[in-house]
Every structure is written in structure tokens, then in C-alpha cells.
């Protein structure tokens, strides 16, 4: 299993702008450079974030991206729905339906990582970056 690197970019911008004051938008030309990465690239995942209501975009000279929500509530999760989506790694191409044991094992495991990723905060992984 393997996320894409939108999810990656994603993940970490997200972690910058948790660090970042909630009240200053941070411009996508400096998110991408601090990050190192295409900055046509990264504004196609911070739209697909905006979309997902976790940050929002602010117009202007001074404009940017700020988060949306509050940064304690913002998981690993929903940082990876909003750019991989929502549905499930493995389906059964046998149309076995939902009798399929193969697809009932993977199922249950995907249950449990996004159990898993639902209750890991970003901002928790912000707090251990600056305390290092």
C-alpha cells in the first residue's frame, strides 16, 4: 500500500501551517519553497484542502492559506481523504460481494489504519517538531 505524493506534500504543508499564526495566511510561493517542492504542484493539493473545508484560502497581496478548523481537531485522516478520497484500498474483483473472506481481512485492516490515522493529530507531530 502506498500514498501518492499529493498526500505527502499535503501532510506536510499542513504541518507547517499548524506551526504558522492561525491569522496570517501563508502564500503558496513561500509553503512551496520552505517544502522544496513545485508550487503549481502544492497549490493543486491546498485546493483540494480548501475543498475539504481543513484550510482556507485567502485573496490579496498578503494572501494565502490559513486552516480553517481548529488545529486540534485536524487528524492524519482527514488530511488523507481529502486528497486520496474516501474509497476503499481493495475490492474484491470476483464480485463475491460482502461474503468474500479475502475482502472482509483487507476490510477489517483498512478499518483498523484509519482508526489508526483518525487519532493521530497533526498538530501532535507539530508539538514534538518543536521541542526537538
Known amino acids: ?8 506534500y ?3 504543508a499542513m504541518l507547517f501551517l499548524v506551526t504558522e499564526d492561525p491569522e ?3 502564500g503558496v510561493q513561500m509553503l512551496a519553497q520552505k517544502l522544496g517542492v513545485s508550487q503549481t504542484y502544492l497549490s493543486k493539493m491546498m485546493t483540494k484542502l480548501v475543498k475539504a473545508g481543513l484550510i482556507q484560502s485567502v485573496s490579496g497581496a498578503s494572501g494565502g492559506y490559513r486552516l ?3 488545529k486540534e ?3 492524519f485522516l482527514d488530511i488523507i481523504h ?3 478520497g474516501t474509497a476503499s484500498l481493495f475490492e474484491c474483483g470476483l464480485n463475491h460481494g460482502s461474503e468474500c473472506l479475502i475482502q472482509q481481512v483487507v476490510l477489517d485492516a483498512e478499518r483498523q489504519m484509519e482508526q489508526y490515522l483518525e487519532s ?7 508539538r514534538l517538531v518543536k521541542t526537538e
Do not use: G, N, W
Not at 1 to 8: E, L, N, R
Not at 120 to 126: L, N, Y
Open 1 to 8: 500500500m502506498k500514498f501518492s505524493q499529493a498526500t505527502d
Open 120 to 126: 493521530k493529530k497533526i498538530v501532535d507531530v507539530a
Open 82 to 84: 481529502a486528497i486520496e
Open 73 to 75: 481537531e485536524i487528524s
Open 10 to 12: 499535503a501532510l506536510h
Open 24 to 26: 496570517k495566511p501563508v
Open 68 to 70: 480553517r478548523r481548529k
